[in-house]
């Protein structure tokens, strides 16, 4: 296979599968209403789940409200837990090692904040969430919205049977997605968006993250990118991030166990005459005596054959 053929198909198809969501304007003006209402637009990433797990050439219809939330709620846990462990366990735990060696990472990121321009810091810091986001979190979520299972190794597997180099190439590409948003809201900011006030925070890593989330915050809140542009792109843009998730080679579910085969009328007496002893007990040749006697009552009453009959008392047990 050529090299990023593998990657390139994935996109190619992506791409396809929301120029089709572009052109219903009904599936579309759904997923866009839904999807700016906080909670409500969990059910828009139960629809995407759904298109992970059955990878529908076209886009599916929008229905079943309920069970598409109960879907993107049940994503939503699983996005925070993968978020907690990959992302927020590292960064912690590097953020402490900052602290134990003195070293003064706020004033770093004031620094870089001061003498960067905004809507670089902007971009950049989307592309490169984004990125990391889509490179380590998004399979292992693919495979739950797939499989319905929570398995990191059966995610990365279905990385690597993909190719590692092709799924990086796939995730810049998603992450640059972002940042034409990014840049169009950076450069709608008003003039009101106020500083963060960095002389109020001490010296230390501890304090870079809740300025972080701040600033994007921030930016969020002010910011006059046209809704009837903004809106509809980020339901397409996700619409090619899930549809290409659909298409990651995941290991195939394990088949169900095979059926437990019927016991045979031997069995079917055996099990009469264990019955008999536990419940009256005496020895095994009177035990047989009394299923005897019941099993010719039982072929006199219904006329039917004496295998008919075993069978009759053992499933009446």
Same mark, same amino acid.
């Given at each position: 296979?050529a090299?990023?053929?593998?990657a390139?198909?994935?996109l190619?198809?992506?791409?396809?599968?929301a120029?089709?969501l572009? /052109?219903?304007?009904?599936?579309? +003006?759904?997923?866009? =209403? *839904?999807?700016?209402?906080? @909670?409500v637009n &969990?059910?828009v990433?139960g629809?995407f789940?759904?298109?992970v797990r059955?990878?529908p050439?076209?886009p599916?219809?929008v229905r079943g409200f309920k069970?598409l939330? /109960?879907?993107?709620?049940?994503l +939503?846990?699983v996005q =925070? *837990?993968?978020?907690?462990? @990959?992302?927020? &366990?590292?960064s912690w735990?590097?953020t402490?090692?900052?602290?134990?060696?003195r070293?003064?990472?706020?004033?770093?990121f004031?620094a870089?904040y001061?003498?960067?321009?905004?809507?670089?810091f902007?971009?950049s810091?989307?592309?490169?969430?984004?990125?990391?986001?889509n490179? &380590?979190?998004?399979?292992?979520?693919?495979?739950?919205?797939?499989?319905g299972v929570?398995t990191l190794?059966d995610?990365w597997?279905a990385?690597?049977?993909?190719?590692?180099?092709?799924?990086?190439f796939?995730c810049l590409?998603?992450?640059?997605?972002?940042s034409?948003?990014a840049a169009?809201?950076q450069?709608?900011?008003?003039s009101s968006?106020?500083?963060?006030?960095m002389?109020r925070?001490a010296?230390?890593a501890a304090?870079?993250?809740?300025?972080?989330?701040?600033?994007?915050?921030q930016?969020?809140?002010?910011s006059?990118l046209?809704?009837?542009?903004?809106a509809?792109?980020?339901?397409l843009i996700?619409?090619?991030?899930?549809?290409?998730?659909a298409?990651l080679?995941y290991?195939?579910?394990?088949?169900?166990?095979?059926?437990?085969?019927?016991?045979t009328?031997e069995?079917?007496?055996?099990?009469?005459?264990?019955?008999m002893?536990?419940?009256?007990?005496?020895t095994?040749?009177?035990a047989?005596?009394?299923i005897?006697?019941?099993i010719r009552k039982?072929m006199?009453?219904r006329?039917v054959?004496?295998?008919?009959?075993?069978?009759?008392?053992?499933?009446e047990l």
């Amino acid at each position: 296979m050529a090299s990023l053929e593998r990657a390139r198909s994935a996109l190619a198809e992506g791409f396809r599968f929301a120029a089709a969501l572009a /052109k219903d304007a009904r599936k579309l +003006l759904t997923l866009t =209403l *839904l999807n700016i209402v906080p @909670i409500v637009n &969990l059910s828009v990433t139960g629809y995407f789940a759904r298109v992970v797990r059955d990878n529908p050439r076209e886009p599916p219809e929008v229905r079943g409200f309920k069970e598409l939330l /109960k879907e993107g709620f049940r994503l +939503l846990l699983v996005q =925070l *837990l993968l978020g907690f462990i @990959i992302v927020g &366990l590292p960064s912690w735990a590097a953020t402490f090692v900052l602290l134990a060696l003195r070293v003064n990472a706020y004033e770093l990121f004031k620094a870089v904040y001061e003498n960067v321009p905004a809507a670089l810091f902007w971009i950049s810091s989307t592309f490169i969430s984004v990125f990391v986001g889509n490179l &380590l979190i998004a399979p292992a979520i693919g495979f739950y919205a797939k499989r319905g299972v929570l398995t990191l190794e059966d995610a990365w597997r279905a990385v690597r049977d993909f190719g590692l180099t092709e799924y990086v190439f796939v995730c810049l590409v998603l992450a640059a997605l972002h940042s034409p948003l990014a840049a169009a809201a950076q450069f709608s900011l008003t003039s009101s968006v106020q500083q963060p006030p960095m002389q109020r925070y001490a010296v230390g890593a501890a304090e870079v993250l809740p300025v972080i989330v701040g600033l994007i915050m921030q930016r969020l809140i002010h910011s006059q990118l046209p809704f009837v542009v903004s809106a509809p792109l980020v339901v397409l843009i996700n619409s090619i991030h899930f549809k290409v998730l659909a298409q990651l080679p995941y290991p195939a579910a394990a088949p169900p166990p095979p059926p437990t085969p019927p016991p045979t009328i031997e069995e079917m007496y055996e099990e009469l005459v264990d019955r008999m002893l536990r419940t009256w007990g005496g020895t095994p040749e009177r035990a047989r005596a009394r299923i005897e006697s019941s099993i010719r009552k039982v072929m006199m009453e219904r006329g039917v054959s004496r295998d008919e009959a075993v069978r009759i008392l053992y499933e009446e047990l």
